[in-house]
């Protein structure tokens, strides 16, 4: 592993948890009027946007960590362009809870550790099951944005116009990582990661 990608690495991991993020395609949301929220319908709203942030910031943390050590230069490419496009998540997803008048999580530096060590590790097991990883994270993503579109208060369209977007593209990224060979990941392996997320959704809700 040279030099250069470490650096990179270390750069993409400070400016992903400090540094306001930047969107390359333009916010869904953005030409949506602000909805009449009421101050508990505006707090529900903060929080699962905080969460989704979360998500985000994980996403970015995994797709690094697997790029890193994916060993097929097209299997690195997809991963790289997951994580362009989660960049853009992560900025939409920070805008909107400024506009709701909240904050991002407190532990934001513990989760992309521990998310970035977990895609290392996917990454080093071989590409077919690092974009099995891939595969089955955008899956559970895409189950957990069905969650919070149904949660979401009703008239909130610019937060549902970010999350319907996100979740567009989670089901193009596992798709793509199927298209380049991804294995099914076995049953244990799914469940453990349905329990590390909702132990951080849950966690995030509130921090």
């Not at 969460?51 to 943390?61: D, F, T």
Request: net charge negative; glycine share 6%; with cysteine.
């Amino acid at each position: 592993m040279n030099l250069d990608k470490l650096i990179t690495v270390f750069d993409n991991s400070l400016r992903t948890v400090f540094a306001p993020a930047r969107s390359a395609r333009p916010n869904p949301a953005a030409d949506l009027p602000e909805p009449g929220l009421n101050e508990v319908e505006k707090r529900a709203a903060e929080a699962l946007m905080r969460v989704n942030h979360v998500g985000e910031v994980c996403a970015q943390a995994l797709y690094q960590g697997q790029a890193l050590t994916a060993k097929n230069p097209e299997a690195r490419l997809a991963l790289e362009e997951a994580a362009r496009e989660e960049t853009d998540h992560l900025a939409w997803c920070e805008n909107r809870i400024e506009e709701l008048g909240g904050r991002k999580s407190l532990l934001n530096p513990l989760w992309y550790t521990g998310s970035f060590a977990l895609g290392a590790t996917a990454g080093v097991l071989g590409d077919k099951w690092n974009l099995g990883f891939l595969a089955e994270t955008e899956r559970q993503v895409e189950a957990h944005l069905d969650e919070h579109l149904r949660q979401l208060p009703e008239q909130d369209a610019k937060s549902r116009a970010i999350v319907e977007q996100m979740k567009e593209d989670e089901i193009r990224h596992a798709q793509t990582a199927v298209r380049h060979g991804a294995a099914e990941l076995p049953g244990p392996v799914k469940f453990a990661m349905r329990g590390m997320s909702l132990v951080m959704k849950r966690i995030a809700h509130r921090i």
